[in-house]
């Protein structure tokens, strides 16, 4: 079984809808994170999460919120989608050494 | 500020070996990693080294870190067609929390 799941895998939506990502981990980090993926631009961090009491924003956290319902889960809603939030998104926890484990990823496309 | 570089696309014949590198800014980054990304799945670990090492060899893999010049390279010796995929290169950096810079990624084409 993976160690970091998320669901859904594909979606698409309509602009001005509100949708949820989810995200759930077993390998026991409190570290969680939530990055989007667009070609020619790599990984951007949009929210982080250290421990269930902690919710950092990263470098793109706008038009985006999460929740840490649980060490194990950590969600990404978008609040009301626009077309510019069409990308790949990757759920990630990390242990002490700050390695990365990744999900496998949702696309998301918005029209 | 924290940023880190690398070429977007690199093309090598199978059998050869193919060398992806990559530029830092932060002098206080304590581990350096390359993660490997094929198509359809999200990022794995492939290898990753300490800021206070230079060399790193791990079967076809080496990893050489030049701290004084910020650039990190990984080297895939014997490449093959199944290493086709993007390569990222990260940082971490301690910022009074730690925190992980990836790279855009080296797509790596690998012909037959």
């Known amino acids: 079984d993976a160690d970091v799941t998320q669901t859904p895998r594909n979606r698409i939506t309509k602009t001005g809808k509100r949708i949820m990502l989810e995200c759930s981990q077993t390998?026991?980090?409190?570290?969680m994170y939530w990055y989007r993926q667009d070609p020619g631009l790599g990984l951007r961090l949009i929210y982080y999460s250290f421990d269930v009491k902690d919710i950092n924003k990263g470098e793109i956290s706008d038009g985006y919120s999460v929740s840490r319902q649980a060490q194990a889960k950590f969600s990404l809603s978008l609040e009301s989608a626009i077309p510019n939030q069409t990308a790949l998104y990757f759920c990630?926890?990390?242990?002490?050494?700050?390695?990365?484990?990744f999900g496998p990823g949702t696309r998301l496309l918005v029209l | 500020g924290e940023d880190v570089e690398q070429s977007l696309f690199l093309s090598v014949r199978e059998g050869d070996s193919s060398v992806i590198n990559c530029t830092y800014t932060d002098s206080s980054s304590t581990y350096l990693y390359w993660y490997k990304q094929e198509p359809g799945a999200g990022l794995q670990l492939l290898t990753y080294?300490?800021?206070?090492?230079d060399m790193k060899q791990d079967q076809r893999l080496t990893v050489l870190l030049n701290k004084k010049d910020k650039h990190l390279s990984l080297r895939i010796a014997d490449t093959q067609t199944g290493d086709s995929a993007i390569y990222f290169c990260?940082?971490?950096?301690?910022?009074?929390?730690?925190?992980?810079?990836f790279g855009a990624g080296t797509r790596l084409f690998v012909k037959a």
């Open positions: 390998k026991g980090h409190d570290r």
């Open positions: 080294i300490f800021s206070n090492m």
């Open positions: 990630a926890t990390s242990d002490l050494m700050e390695t990365q484990y």
């Open positions: 990260a940082e971490s950096i301690n910022t009074g929390g730690f925190k992980t810079i």
